[in-house]
């Protein structure tokens, strides 16, 4: 509908929808350093608010180029979250907890997509798009109060929020590291397909109507949620039962990875009926993956460094959600289908899954550690 009101083409759609990321990805090495110096809790409500306030001042701007400095401003905003996860959860989580802990963030990040496609399917459909974009962001910003009541304030974030200016040359220096930064990318390729392009792929390749459109939408992200938490619960009671998080890890990483490329190729050669159950399929394996991205790395960073680690990954993984929207933009108009996009797609979805398991070692301890000891004064 804004591609129809605006007078978009599907390049300029393209460009607009991953518009959010260039901007995410230029705050999030400055915002790992923050994070790992400064209050993470604030941090965190500062940049909640922003995304929000952007979401809501979308459904009142009108042309391409307002639009899309508001998609620039929800990047910068949501530049915090996943570093400021990260650190709070490496602060307060032992390993055989963080599968559930990161998988619960999963289910919110699948959640949210859900509830916004099939309410925003019916909602748009009787009042159009602006007064839903309005809404989203002004509920939305009913979460800081209770944040600020019940964030964390323990001896736990205060002492990890010195660090030393070598950080970044501590996480870059590891190979592990960068195995997590291009499986990221991956996993937010076609996450990022998914929560940009599926809409427009329902309603006009597969010409299902707006409601339908929403409800299949809503749908595929409320079992990606399911999945994630089976996915994390899981995960800790296998670890907790001596398993190692490497094999813990690596297993549901691969697993979920490539069977959402398989079943992505599938679908767009699949008739219509098939081709939601396919696309449902993916939406749950690609949840199996979902709390083991940010797992993995806590634990190699150590909570000292949790916030560097995570902000560079995530800014690796963030030209993942640039380069999805608009190379399927690209591809969709030059091809006139979506066949070659989810090709492309499930080939970078490998790509990651073999990173996760072959260029991202032993998932043990890393980093944090040799942070710390260089803090430590010579008699010490």
Same mark, same amino acid.
């Given at each position: 509908?804004i591609k129809?009101?605006?007078?978009l083409s599907?390049?300029q759609?393209?460009?607009?929808?991953?518009s959010?990321?260039?901007?995410?990805?230029?705050c999030?090495?400055?915002v790992g350093w923050l994070i790992?110096?400064?209050?993470v809790?604030w941090?965190?409500?500062i940049?909640?608010?922003l995304?929000?306030?952007?979401t809501?001042?979308?459904?009142v701007l009108?042309g391409f180029t307002?639009l899309?400095?508001a998609r620039m401003?929800l990047?910068?905003?949501?530049?915090?979250?996943?570093?400021?996860?990260s650190k709070?959860?490496a602060?307060?989580?032992?390993e055989?907890?963080r599968g559930?802990a990161?998988?619960?963030?999963?289910?919110?990040?699948a959640?949210g997509?859900?509830?916004?496609?099939?309410?925003?399917g019916?909602?748009?459909a009787q009042? @159009?798009?602006r007064p839903?974009?309005l809404?989203l @962001?002004?509920?939305?910003?009913?979460w800081?109060?209770?944040?600020?009541r019940?964030?964390?304030?323990?001896a736990?974030?205060?002492?990890?929020?010195?660090?030393?200016?070598s950080?970044?040359l501590?996480?870059l220096?590891h190979?592990s590291?960068?195995?997590?930064?291009?499986?990221?990318?991956?996993?937010n390729y076609?996450?990022?397909?998914?929560v940009t392009?599926?809409p427009?792929?329902l309603?006009h390749e597969?010409?299902?109507s707006?409601?339908a459109?929403?409800?299949?939408?809503?749908?595929l992200?409320?079992?990606?949620?399911?999945s994630?938490l089976?996915s994390?619960?899981?995960?800790d009671?296998?670890?907790?039962?001596?398993?190692t998080p490497?094999?813990v890890r690596?297993t549901?990483?691969?697993?979920g990875?490539?069977?959402a490329g398989?079943l992505l190729v599938l679908?767009?050669?699949s008739?219509d009926r098939?081709?939601v159950v396919?696309?449902?399929g993916?939406g749950?394996?690609?949840?199996?993956?979902?709390p083991h991205?940010?797992a993995?790395?806590q634990?190699?960073?150590g909570?000292q460094l949790a916030?560097?680690?995570?902000s560079?990954?995530a800014f690796?993984?963030?030209?993942?959600?640039?380069?999805?929207p608009?190379?399927?933009?690209?591809?969709v108009?030059?091809?006139?289908?979506?066949?070659?996009a989810f090709?492309?797609?499930?080939?970078v @979805?490998?790509v990651?899954?073999?990173?996760?398991?072959?260029v991202?070692?032993s998932?043990?301890?890393v980093?944090g550690?040799?942070?710390?000891r260089?803090r430590?004064p010579?008699?010490a």
């Amino acid at each position: 509908m804004i591609k129809e009101e605006i007078h978009l083409s599907a390049a300029q759609l393209g460009v607009m929808l991953s518009s959010f990321f260039w901007a995410n990805t230029l705050c999030l090495l400055p915002v790992g350093w923050l994070i790992d110096r400064f209050d993470v809790t604030w941090i965190l409500a500062i940049g909640f608010v922003l995304w929000s306030a952007a979401t809501s001042v979308t459904g009142v701007l009108h042309g391409f180029t307002a639009l899309l400095v508001a998609r620039m401003i929800l990047g910068i905003g949501e530049s915090v979250a996943y570093p400021a996860y990260s650190k709070i959860l490496a602060a307060h989580f032992r390993e055989q907890h963080r599968g559930l802990a990161n998988a619960i963030i999963g289910a919110g990040q699948a959640s949210g997509p859900a509830v916004a496609t099939f309410a925003g399917g019916m909602l748009i459909a009787q009042f @159009g798009w602006r007064p839903f974009f309005l809404l989203l @962001g002004l509920i939305s910003l009913a979460w800081v109060p209770f944040w600020l009541r019940w964030r964390p304030r323990d001896a736990k974030i205060d002492a990890a929020h010195r660090v030393t200016r070598s950080g970044i040359l501590s996480v870059l220096r590891h190979r592990s590291a960068w195995g997590t930064f291009v499986g990221l990318f991956g996993a937010n390729y076609i996450l990022y397909l998914l929560v940009t392009w599926l809409p427009f792929y329902l309603a006009h390749e597969r010409h299902f109507s707006l409601v339908a459109t929403g409800e299949i939408g809503g749908i595929l992200f409320v079992l990606k949620a399911i999945s994630s938490l089976t996915s994390g619960r899981y995960s800790d009671r296998w670890i907790a039962s001596g398993a190692t998080p490497t094999l813990v890890r690596k297993t549901f990483l691969g697993v979920g990875l490539t069977c959402a490329g398989v079943l992505l190729v599938l679908a767009a050669v699949s008739a219509d009926r098939t081709c939601v159950v396919l696309l449902l399929g993916s939406g749950v394996t690609l949840g199996l993956a979902t709390p083991h991205y940010w797992a993995v790395s806590q634990t190699l960073a150590g909570q000292q460094l949790a916030g560097t680690w995570a902000s560079l990954q995530a800014f690796v993984g963030s030209f993942g959600g640039i380069l999805a929207p608009l190379v399927t933009g690209v591809v969709v108009e030059r091809t006139g289908h979506f066949l070659w996009a989810f090709v492309v797609t499930a080939l970078v @979805g490998w790509v990651a899954a073999l990173c996760w398991i072959f260029v991202v070692g032993s998932i043990t301890q890393v980093v944090g550690l040799e942070a710390l000891r260089l803090r430590e004064p010579a008699s010490a």
